[in-house]
């Protein structure tokens, strides 16, 4: 698994969880996951089960790292488990008896078998940007025809785009797969109201995010290690991530403001 993927597993039990929380554990030496050849984490099942011991420890009973090491430590030597599936028994079965003592204790009504659920606790916001989803697809090349067909645009709305900069065919005049992503956002925001010239703004606050993104993982590129390009790309994707979640943020809080909410 990768990195997003363990991320999304763990998130409805433990909304706090990042990505930098993950890669601190393993610099502290609580996890180790293996790395592929261009230095990406993959995640064993093993790998994920260990995490979750990690967290549920540090949540539930408070416990500084170093005792959590050493109870890991002591599971690696085969004098303790991680009792996973003890654990999830008797968290079903408190769930189950504490369901029993509301229904047992609510007021008796028409209505009195059916027990209200607590309400849903949100971990991420909906749409939230993870690293992985920043991964660049190689060798994915579009031509025009292929663009306007899946995007569902025609030529015009197409040279607007182009005209705009949102677009930006590669050589030989190919486009990526994102190039669909631009112009169905587009597509949809024209309908109301809003043309290529006026997404020009969003272009040019990308542009500036990108700089600053750059500039921070410049240095880990140039650093002698071998694996220093695959620690940039992270870095750039982590970072990146971030940063459209915190737009997002930004954009709904200005919005909240603006309607006077």
């Known amino acids: 698994m990768s990195i997003g993927s363990v991320l999304d597993l763990l998130r409805p039990d433990f909304p706090d969880i990042t990505i930098s929380k993950i890669r601190f554990l ?37 416990l500084p790292l170093k005792v959590i090491k050493e109870q890991l430590e002591a599971i690696d030597s085969g004098a303790a488990t991680l009792g996973v599936r003890e654990a999830r ?51 994915v ?47 949809s925001m024209a309908e109301f109201g809003l043309e290529a010239r006026h997404l020009r703004a969003f272009k040019l606050a990308a542009d500036r995010e990108a700089a600053l993104v750059a500039q921070i993982a410049a240095p880990i590129a140039k650093s002698r290690d071998a694996d220093a390009r695959a620690r940039a790309e992270e870095t750039v994707r982590e970072l990146a991530a ?18 006077g909410n």
């Open 141 to 187: 090349r579009l031509t025009r025809a292929d663009l306007l067909a899946k995007a569902g645009i025609d030529d015009r709305f197409l040279d607007d785009l182009l005209r705009a900069g949102l677009i930006v065919p590669g050589a030989g005049g190919f486009f990526e797969s994102d190039a669909v992503t631009l112009a169905l956002a587009a597509k």
């Open 242 to 259: 971030l940063s459209l979640n915190l737009h997002a943020a930004l954009v709904k809080a200005a919005v909240r403001t603006a309607l």
């Open 26 to 62: 393993e610099s502290e030496g609580l996890i180790r996951p293996e790395r592929t050849p261009s230095g990406y984490r993959r995640f064993s099942v093993a790998d994920y089960e260990r995490l979750r011991f990690v967290l549920t420890a540090q949540r539930d009973q408070y």
């Open 89 to 139: 028994a008797r968290a079903h079965h408190q769930g189950a008896a504490a369901a029993g003592q509301s229904l047992s204790g609510a007021a008796r009504t028409g209505d009195e078998a059916r027990v209200p659920a607590p309400p849903r606790r949100l971990g991420v916001v909906p749409g939230e940007i993870t690293p992985d989803e920043l991964r660049v697809e190689v060798g």
